[in-house]
């Protein structure tokens, strides 16, 4: 039986993430080998011409999955039909941009789009927010979508987890396959928390495995936190094929599920789990199962999880405070 082709939006098609992304998309690697898709790739106009061309690149590799290819500058039009939509294209900050001048820029993008998703997107759209602040703008077209149930809105901080993953394997000489369990609490910035208390090495406690509270705290912590920064002082761009790469993880266990005995790390709307107030778009441990998610429940969270994860909710708080301030939600 011939399947119906999903509709896969990309904002922001014509930059780096969106280079590294679309390929991936087409050969089958976002939602299965067996799932034909067709792509609706959304610019601003100045990146049109650019997008067209890689249109061109993705026509050349005569992918089988690939059913077509259509490009807009219309968020209405981008986004008409699409199942799964991956907001990439966001405003950078620039310099001398306060956080709050960056919240506002990134409103007029996210506001509009979340908007055009609610009156245009297919009944069953999955949407994620990967471009920054991710949890704020995830939240900014979520609160623009009051038709879609609001759980469809998930920011990334897959990458985040894979970077978590990297360095706790390294450390441990671990294989990375072997490491089950780890959590990114929080926000994708600074002060996001990732956590071992929970995770296993090889069916072992990870955190009895390290046994080391200072590298937990002086070194895995803030590598794994400052970790985007890091890339962009050595690359002199941020990130792109990583960002890409959690991106497609992200969907795809969200579509087609979390391994047996593990979880992962997505930025969805608290339900008021573990303290979140409800509504914050934050990092929890979520299983997935037949296209849905749900937050790990029962974990027991010690006063070192604690702390950090308060100080991020805290700043997702703040974030939040002020894009209500600037009548974004
Ligand atoms: N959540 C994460 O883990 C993570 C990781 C890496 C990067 N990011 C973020 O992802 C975003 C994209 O990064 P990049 O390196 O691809 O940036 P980039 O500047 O190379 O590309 C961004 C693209 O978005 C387009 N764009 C801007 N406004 C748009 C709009 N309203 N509609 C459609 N397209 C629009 C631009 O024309 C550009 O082509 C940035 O915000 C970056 O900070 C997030
Ligand atoms: O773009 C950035 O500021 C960094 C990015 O969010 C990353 O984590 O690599």
């Not at 002060?191 to 406690?205: L, M, R, S, V």
């Not at 979140?276 to 934050?282: A, F, N, Q």
Request: glycine share 10%; with cysteine.
């Amino acid at each position: 039986m011939t399947r119906t082709p999903v509709n896969v939006t990309v904002t922001g098609a014509a930059g780096q993430i969106g280079y590294a992304l679309l390929f991936r998309i087409a050969s089958g690697h976002l939602l299965g080998a067996d799932v034909p898709v067709k792509l609706r790739l959304l610019e601003i106009p100045q990146g049109v011409k650019a997008a067209e061309g890689t249109a061109m690149e993705l026509d050349d590799c005569a992918f089988p999955l690939l059913k077509g290819i259509d490009i807009f500058d219309d968020p209405n039009q981008g986004f008409e039909g699409a199942n799964v939509a991956l907001l990439v294209g966001a405003r950078p900050r620039t310099k001398g941009m306060e956080r709050g001048d960056l919240l506002a820029a990134n409103g007029g993008i996210f506001k509009p789009q979340g908007k055009a998703i609610n009156d245009h997107a297919a009944d069953d759209i999955k949407v994620l927010v990967v471009g920054n602040p991710a949890n704020t703008n995830a939240l900014i077209a979520q609160a623009a979508a009051p038709d879609v149930p609001a759980e469809r809105f998930t920011a990334m901080t897959r990458l985040d987890h894979n970077r978590a993953l990297t360095q706790l394997a390294q450390k441990t000489g671990a294989s990375v396959e072997d490491i089950k369990r780890l959590t990114i609490w929080g926000n994708h910035s600074a002060t996001q928390y990732p956590d071992i208390f929970h995770a296993e090495i090889a069916g072992k406690n990870a955190a009895e495995v390290v046994n080391d509270e200072q590298w937990l705290a002086d070194t895995f912590i803030p590598t794994v936190a400052k970790r985007g920064a890091a890339i962009i002082e050595a690359r002199g761009a941020s990130s792109a094929a990583s960002a890409a790469n959690a991106a497609i993880d992200h969907v795809h266990t969200w579509v087609n599920g979390t391994r047996e005995g593990d979880w992962t790390s997505m930025g969805i709307p608290s339900d008021g789990s573990y303290g979140v107030p409800e509504g914050l778009i934050s990092s929890f441990p979520v299983t997935c199962k037949d296209g849905k998610y749900e937050i790990v429940q029962g974990l027991d969270i010690n006063e070192f999880s604690r702390t950090r994860i308060d100080a991020s909710v805290r700043e997702l708080a703040e974030e939040r405070d002020a894009v209500r301030e600037l009548g974004l939600i």
